[in-house]
C-alpha cells in the first residue's frame, strides 16, 4: 500500500486561507469516505482535526474544514494563525482492515 | 478522560526483540480498536497494525511475522511486540484509540532505537 501524495510544503500569511491535498486512488481515498487528517507539532504527538473526511472533533476550530473529490482529499485552514504552523498528515482506510497516511505536509505560516 | 500512554521503547540490538506496551484508560479495550503508527526520526507517519475489541489483529505486510499484537484485558493493556529488529524499524511508536476510522487520542509515543 502506497503512502498517501500530499505536498511537501504550503505556506500563507496570517488571516489567509489555505489548502492541503491528500491524492490517494480508488482503493482507498475514492472508495471510502474515512479519511482524517492530523496536526503534528514538532516533538508532540499527532492530534485528531477531521474524520469521516468532513467532521471537526469537538475542541477542533472551525477554521479547519475537509473535503473529498474522486481520489483527491482536501483540509482547508481558514484565517491562518501562527499556531496552526505545524506538519500535517491525512490517513485513509484502505480496505482488508489497513490504513495509509500520507506523506505529509509542512504549513509555515509566513 | 480517554486516554493511552505507551511504554517499553528503549536501545536494542539488531536481531533482538522488544514489547511495547498501550495502557488505556477511560475506554474499554474490548469495546474499541487501538492502532499503532510509527514515525522514524524526521520522517512521516506509517500505519503499523490494529487490534479491534473482539481481539482481531492485522499489520501491513511488510511487517507481518515480525510484529505481533495482542492484549491483556484485565490491564486493558495492548502490546506490540517487536522481532527480528532491524535498524529501519527505528521510530517513535504510538498508540491511538480507534474510531470512524480515525484515531484518537493518541499517546505520546515510546522511542524504539535500533543500533549495535
Known amino acids: 500500500q502506497s503512502a498517501l501524495t500530499q505536498p511537501a510544503s504550503v505556506s500563507g500569511s496570517p488571516g489567509q486561507s489555505i489548502t492541503i491535498s491528500c491524492t490517494g486512488s480508488?482503493?482507498?481515498?475514492?472508495?471510502?469516505?474515512?479519511v482524517s487528517w492530523y496536526q503534528q507539532h514538532p516533538g508532540k504527538a499527532p492530534k485528531l482535526m477531521i474524520y469521516?473526511?468532513?467532521k471537526r472533533p469537538s475542541g477542533v476550530s472551525n477554521r479547519f474544514s475537509g473535503s473529498k473529490s474522486g481520489n483527491t482529499a482536501s483540509l482547508t485552514i481558514s484565517v491562518l494563525q501562527a499556531e496552526d504552523e505545524a506538519d500535517y498528515y491525512c490517513?485513509?482506510?484502505?480496505?482488508?482492515?489497513?490504513?495509509?497516511f500520507g506523506t505529509g505536509t509542512t504549513v509555515t505560516v509566513l | 478522560e480517554m486516554q493511552v500512554v505507551e511504554s517499553g521503547g528503549g536501545l536494542v540490538q539488531p536481531g533482538g526483540s522488544l514489547t511495547l506496551s498501550c495502557a488505556a484508560s477511560?475506554?474499554?479495550?474490548?469495546?474499541?480498536?487501538i492502532s499503532w503508527v510509527r514515525q522514524a526520526p524526521g520522517k512521516g507517519l506509517e500505519w503499523v497494525s490494529i487490534?479491534?475489541?473482539?481481539?482481531?489483529?492485522y499489520s501491513i505486510d511488510s511487517l507481518k511475522g515480525r510484529f505481533t499484537l495482542s492484549r491483556d484485558t484485565s490491564k486493558n493493556t495492548v502490546y506490540l511486540q517487536l522481532n527480528s529488529l532491524r535498524a529501519e524499524d527505528t521510530a517513535v511508536y504510538f498508540c491511538?484509540?480507534?474510531?470512524?476510522?480515525?484515531?484518537?487520542?493518541w499517546g505520546q509515543g515510546t522511542l524504539v532505537s535500533v543500533s549495535s
Open positions: 480508488s482503493s482507498d481515498v475514492g472508495n471510502y469516505n474515512l
Open positions: 487490534i479491534y475489541g473482539n481481539g482481531d489483529t
Open positions: 477511560g475506554f474499554s479495550v474490548t469495546s474499541n480498536y
Open positions: 491511538a484509540r480507534g474510531s470512524y476510522g480515525s484515531f484518537d487520542p
Open positions: 469521516e473526511g468532513i
Open positions: 490517513c485513509s482506510y484502505a480496505g482488508n482492515n489497513i490504513y495509509v
